[in-house]
C-alpha cells in the first residue's frame, strides 16, 4: 500500500488486483492492470505516476493516476519482484528478494538497468534518487551511489520486519521480541526505543514525522508516541496480527493483513488514533465449499461452521442460517432439486434436508461418522452420496434412511454426478472413477488412466463428461476413456457447464478458466480475486457464481459467449462481433464520433500486440493472433471504451 498524499492511496494483490482510494482509505475503486500475476508491491512518485511489481517479473507502470496501466517488464529480469521505491519523477528502484537484484531506472520507468544485491532484500526504501536502504533479516543495508554499491550499515540484535524514513536522517524499525529502534543519524546508529515481551514481535511501524508514529504487532497489541519514542502509549487495534500500517495523519490511518496462511487477510481504518476501529471488509469469513443455483434469481453456498447462505436476488443479497443447534460442523456440499427441497453433507457423517429453501434444516441419520464430501439427488426421494475412507450412501426415501454400500475402495471420494435416474459417475482420490447404470444401486470400476486426485466432475450427457484436479480430462465414450484437454500445475476445485459448448472451471490462487468449444480449449479470466476458489456454477439464467475461501463469493453474467464482461472502472463497452472470433472481428463504438481514435489489443499480460485507427467501425483481421483472451481498448477524452475480444 502506499499514499501519494493523504487522500489519495494505491494498494496491490493477487491476480493483479489494484485498488485505488481517493478519500484517505474509507472507500476503494477497483482498477484494471490486465494482467493476471500476483502484485506485491507498489509505489507512487505523485498523485499520477507509480509502478507496481509482482509475479512472473512484472513491471507496471501507470502515468494517469491508476486509470491505465502498462507493462513495461515481464518475464526474463527476474522471477519475483518483491519491492519498489518511486522516490523522484525520473528515478525509481525495484528489487527481486529471490534473485538478490535491482533494477534501477532513470527514465521513470520506461528502460531498466540490473545490479546484483549482496544479500535478500526486504523493505526497499530510497530517500533521495541516490540514497537507499533496505534490510535483510537484522542487517540494514545502505547504497549511497543509486544503488551501485551497497554495504552494510548495521547490525540490529534480532529480525527486522519493517522500516520507516521519516526523512534522509530519522528513521524507525521494528522486528522481533517485541523491539523498537530509532536512528537520528541516517541508520549509521540506532538506539532500541522500546523492549516489549520476549515472544512477541512487531511486525509493522509508520512514522509520519521525527515526533509521531505507530508500531502494530502480535495479538491485538501496539504502541504510540508522540515524543519520538522516549514514552509509548499502548493502544488496541481490534484486529489480530497486523503486518501493514500506513497513517495519513495523527489520527486517521489504515492497518491490514495480508493473506500469509494465518487466518483471513482484512482491512481496517482508524479516525481517532485507534481510540476505535473498523474493518472495511464487510460479511463473514467462513469457508465457503460448495454453490448452487436452482432457479434464474436464486443461489445457496454452504461451507465451514454450519453455514447456509440464501440469495434470491441475482447475489445481490444474501441471508444466513446455521444448520443444527449444539455442534456446527464443516458442511462440504449439497443438492437442491428445487428452489425448496433440498439437502446438505459434510464433517461426521452430517445429512440434514430442507424443505422451505433453507430456512429451517431436519438432521438425517446417515450411520457414519466419516466426512461426506458430495451429495446428488435426481429426485425428492433417490439420492447418493460419497466421502472420506470410500463412504457410499444411499436412499430411496429422501433420506429418512441411508444405506451404506461398499464400493470396493478406500480412498476418498470427492465427487458424484448423476447423468439422469440411471447413469451416474463417481470419483476421487488417485483418478479413481466409478459408473453406474442403474441408479446407484451397483457400481463398476472405470480404467481412468488418471492418477491424480479428481476434486470435481460434470457430464453433458451419458458420455460426454469432464473432471478436474491436477489439471482438466474429458471423455466422450462414457467414462472408457478420458483425455487431458488442459493442464495446470495448482488444483482445479471445480468444474461447470452451461451447454455443451461453454464450462467454466475454477481452482487456486482465484483461477477461473472458461471454454466456448466444447472443453478442446481454456482460457484464463480475470476474477478479481486471489483467494482458492471451491466451488462454480451457472444458472438458467446465465449467472454464473464462483465461491471459496473468507466466505468469498463473486459473480458474472455469462453473455452468451461465456465472457463476463469488464466490470472494473464501470468503462463503457465496445461492440464486437462475432465474439469468440477467428479469422476477422468488427469493432464499433458504442457512441458515433466523427473523430479517429487509436484503438489497442492488449494481451493478458497487458503487451499491446496491435495498434489500430478507429473512426465509427472497423474490420481487424485477427489471423495472425494467437487463441486466447484479448482487451481491446480505445481512448477518447476522459472516456476509455474498453471490451473482452476471445480469439479461437
Known amino acids: 500500500m502506499t499514499f501519494a498524499d493523504a487522500s489519495t492511496g494505491f494498494a496491490c494483490g493477487l491476480n493483479g488486483t489494484i485498488v485505488k482510494t481517493t478519500d484517505g482509505g474509507a472507500t476503494w475503486t477497483s482498477k484494471y492492470s490486465g494482467i493476471p500475476y500476483h502484485l506485491f508491491a507498489i509505489s507512487f512518485a505523485n498523485n499520477m505516476t507509480g509502478l507496481a511489481v509482482g509475479m512472473n517479473g512484472t513491471i507496471l507502470k501507470t502515468s494517469d493516476g491508476g486509470e491505465t496501466w502498462l507493462v513495461k517488464a515481464t518475464g526474463g529480469l527476474a522471477s519475483i519482484f518483491s519491492g519498489v521505491s518511486f522516490p523522484v519523477t525520473d528515478t525509481a528502484y525495484v528489487s527481486s528478494y529471490y534473485d538478490n537484484l535491482l533494477l534501477r531506472s532513470t527514465d521513470g520507468g520506461e528502460s531498466w538497468s540490473v545490479t546484483a544485491l549482496p544479500t535478500n532484500p526486504i523493505e526497499l526504501k530510497f530517500v533521495s534518487g541516490k540514497k537507499g536502504y533496505f534490510v535483510s533479516e537484522g542487517t540494514l543495508v545502505r547504497t549511497l551511489d543509486a544503488g551501485i554499491t551497497w554495504n552494510d550499515l548495521f547490525y540490529f540484535p534480532d529480525n527486522v520486519y519493517s522500516l520507516t524514513y521519516v526523512d534522509p536522517m530519522h528513521a524507525y524499525a521494528c522486528g522481533d521480541n517485541s523491539l523498537i529502534y530509532k536512528t537520528d543519524n541516517g541508520g549509521a546508529y540506532w538506539s532500541t526505543v522500546y523492549i516489549g515481551q520476549s515472544g512477541q514481535n512487531f511486525n509493522c511501524i509508520f512514522f509520519l514525522d521525527p515526533d509521531h508514529g505507530y508500531s502494530l504487532g502480535d495479538y491485538l497489541f501496539g504502541l504510540k508516541t508522540t515524543n519520538g519514542g522516549v514514552k509509548w ?46 474493518n472495511l471488509i464487510t460479511g463473514h469469513f467462513n469457508n465457503v465449499k ?11 453456498a454452504v461451507g465451514d461452521s454450519g453455514l447456509f447462505m440464501r440469495s434470491l436476488d441475482f447475489g ?41 429453501g433453507g430456512q429451517t434444516w431436519f ?47 478406500n480412498l476418498n471420494l470427492n465427487c458424484i454426478y448423476f447423468v439422469n435416474s440411471s ?19 451397483t457400481w463398476s ?9 479428481i476434486k470435481s466432475m460434470y457430464f453433458i450427457n451419458e458420455n460426454t463428461g469432464f473432471t478436474c484436479g491436477n489439471g482438466i480430462y474429458k471423455t466422450m465414450d462414457g467414462g472408457q476413456s478420458w483425455n487431458r484437454v ?25 483461477m477461473i478458466f472458461m471454454t466456448v468449444d466444447g472443453g478442446e480449449t481454456w482460457l484464463q479470466q480475470i476474477s478479481g480475486t486471489g483467494v482458492d476458489l471451491s466451488a462454480i456454477c451457472i444458472n438458467s439464467s446465465n449467472y454464473a457464481y464462483a465461491a471459496g475461501l473468507y466466505g468469498t463469493i463473486i459473480r458474472t453474467v455469462d453473455n452468451n459467449v461465456g465472457i463476463p464482461q469488464t466490470t472494473q472502472n464501470d ?25 479517429a481514435l487509436s484503438l489497442n489489443i492488449y494481451d493478458m499480460r497487458g503487451v499491446n500486440i496491435r495498434e489500430i485507427v478507429l473512426k465509427g467501425t472497423v474490420s481487424v483481421d485477427i489471423s495472425g493472433i494467437r487463441p486466447g483472451i484479448y482487451i481491446i481498448e480505445a481512448k477518447r477524452k476522459n472516456i476509455i471504451y474498453r471490451s473482452r475480444l476471445v480469439v479461437m
Open 233 to 278: 502509549d499502548t493502544i488496541t487495534p481490534g484486529f489480530y496480527l497486523a503486518n501493514r500500517l500506513w497513517m495519513n495523519s495523527y489520527t486517521t490511518g489504515l492497518f491490514f493483513k495480508t493473506d500469509n496462511g494465518y487466518g483471513p487477510p482484512w482491512l481496517s481504518r482508524t479516525t481517532d488514533g485507534f481510540n476505535t476501529s473498523h
Open 290 to 300: 460448495a454453490i448452487t443455483s436452482p432457479t434464474p434469481s436464486s443461489c445457496y
Open 316 to 356: 445481490q443479497t444474501w441471508n444466513q442460517y446455521l444448520i443444527g443447534t449444539s455442534v456446527f460442523y464443516p458442511l462440504n456440499a449439497m443438492s437442491f432439486i428445487n428452489q425448496d427441497i433440498g439437502w446438505v453433507a459434510g464433517f461426521h457423517g452430517t445429512i440434514a434436508k430442507t424443505v422451505n
Open 363 to 409: 438432521a438425517q441419520s446417515s450411520g457414519t461418522t466419516f466426512s461426506v464430501n458430495a451429495i446428488c439427488f435426481y429426485d425428492d426421494l433417490h439420492g447418493c452420496a460419497v466421502g472420506e475412507g470410500g463412504i457410499y450412501l444411499k436412499t430411496n426415501d429422501g433420506g429418512l434412511h441411508w444405506n451404506t454400500l461398499n464400493l470396493g475402495t
Open 423 to 441: 447413469v451416474g459417475y463417481i470419483a476421487g482420490n488417485a483418478g479413481n472413477i466409478l459408473k453406474s447404470v442403474d441408479g446407484g444401486l
Open 445 to 453: 470400476q472405470m480404467n481412468s488412466g488418471i492418477t491424480t486426485d
Open 486 to 510: 488442459y493442464d495446470y500445475y495448482y488444483n482445479l476445485n471445480s468444474i461447470f457447464f452451461r451447454d455443451a459448448m461453454t464450462g467454466y472451471a475454477c481452482g487456486a490462487a482465484g
Open 571 to 595: 468503462n463503457p463497452q465496445l461492440i464486437l462481433f462475432p465474439n469468440p472470433a477467428h479469422n476477422m472481428v468488427t469493432i464499433k463504438l458504442p457512441v458515433d464520433v466523427t473523430e
